[in-house]
């Protein structure tokens, strides 16, 4: 079993930074992790995911550029640098796993198997 505890968010003027840490209770070393976010109304969605080695990582188009995804495998937690943040990009954010080993894109949220409880990101206009 894999427990997720996200920290990070907060409010921030747009145009600011803000750094998601996602600190992982269990063997996680291995898996793909992940951060999804759902605005409100809207679906969960993928931002971006890094494979165990941190070698592999994606992201959506709409946070490409902005946002960088890291991973300490020691530490068992895995981080998200967002940058150059957009009103757009207000939602709460959430940290999963995926009990993949590959290299492979995992961007369907069905695909992973645990997940945090969420920290609220807030960017005003």
């Known amino acids: 079993q894999v427990q997720l505890v996200e920290s990070g968010g907060g409010l921030v003027q747009a145009g600011g930074s803000l750094r998601l840490s996602c600190v992982a209770s269990g063997r996680t070393f291995n898996y793909v992790m992940g951060w999804f976010r759902r605005a409100p109304g809207k679906e969960r969605e993928f931002v971006a995911t890094i494979n165990w080695s941190g070698g592999s990582t994606y992201y959506s188009d709409s946070v490409r550029g902005r946002f960088a995804i890291s991973r300490d495998n020691a530490k068992n937690t895995v981080y998200l640098q967002m940058n150059s943040l957009r009103p757009e990009d207000t939602a709460v954010y959430f940290c999963?796993?995926?009990?993949?080993?590959?290299?492979?894109?995992?961007?369907?949220?069905?695909?992973?198997?645990?997940w945090g409880q969420g920290t609220q990101v807030t960017v005003s206009s």
């Open positions: 999963a796993v995926d009990r993949y080993s590959g290299s492979g894109p995992r961007t369907y949220p069905d695909l992973f198997d645990y």
